[in-house]
């Protein structure tokens, strides 16, 4: 089955630092990746995903994810985090055997914490 | 503007009153689905619907209906509401991973709602 692990509950950056959001995945087949973001009494918006190609994805907001075929991780990072970042992020794969096509398995997300 | 709308925002009922989560999109996409987020557990669908009147559970479908009449709307349908059931619900839209189309999903606002 198709899951995904954020090892991290919480993850705390200086403002101007470079920032990680860690995530492994496990699947059967070729992975289709992704990240979303949501801030607080928001819905969930995508920020990168990846399907094939290069294996640094680059996404809104200056955030970039690296797929690691060996390592199964597809961490999250952002050279220089901004206070504004803050906000939970998940990590979700995609299950194309159920759920329909589009069902996503999701992390249990990571809190960022950017600091001024 | 792209994009997809659920309401109510925030509700507050009581166990075994009937209630309905609208969603609708405007997107045209054929594909729609309800998640839920309860922390630490990340989101978890609880329905999808791969086109009108084509509709079946995801991993979490006790206590909870659908239906998919029109394709831009899908509601949720809490027959008789539990404690249980206390969550934020996300609706979902996209279109199929084809060339040329991204895949990813789209999310509503959220709905938070409280059964007493």
């Known amino acids: 089955a198709q899951s995904v692990a954020q090892p991290e509950d919480q993850v705390n950056v200086a403002e101007g630092n470079p920032l990680t959001v860690k995530c492994t995945y496990s699947?059967?087949?070729?992975?289709?990746l992704f990240w979303y973001v949501q801030y607080p009494n928001r819905g969930l918006q995508f920020l990168l995903k990846y399907i094939t190609g290069d294996n640094l994805v680059k996404g809104s907001y200056g955030f970039e994810a690296e797929f690691n075929k060996s390592q199964t991780s597809f961490h999250l990072k952002k050279p220089s985090a901004l206070v504004s970042d803050s906000a939970l992020y998940f990590c979700?794969?995609?299950?194309?055997?159920?759920?329909?096509?589009?069902?996503?398995?999701f992390g249990a997300g990571t809190r960022l914490a950017v600091h001024p | 503007e792209a994009q997809v709308t659920q309401n109510p925002r925030y509700l507050i009922t009581v166990t075994g009153k009937k209630l309905t989560v609208t969603c609708s999109q405007n997107m045209n996409h054929e594909y729609m689905s309800w998640y839920r987020q309860d922390p630490g557990l990340g989101l978890r669908q609880i329905y999808y619907?791969?086109?009108?009147?084509?509709?079946d559970k995801g991993d979490v479908p006790e206590g909870y209906k659908v239906s998919r009449k029109e394709k831009r709307n899908f509601p949720l349908i809490l027959e008789s509401p539990s404690p249980n059931q206390t969550s934020l619900y996300f609706c979902a839209s996209s279109s199929p991973t084809r060339r040329g189309r991204t895949g990813e999903l789209f999310f509503g606002e959220g709905s938070r709602l409280t059964v007493l």
């Open positions: 619907s791969m086109n009108v009147e084509v509709t």
């Open positions: 699947v059967s087949g070729n992975p289709y």
């Open positions: 979700a794969v995609r299950d194309p055997f159920l759920g329909g096509y589009n069902k996503l398995i």
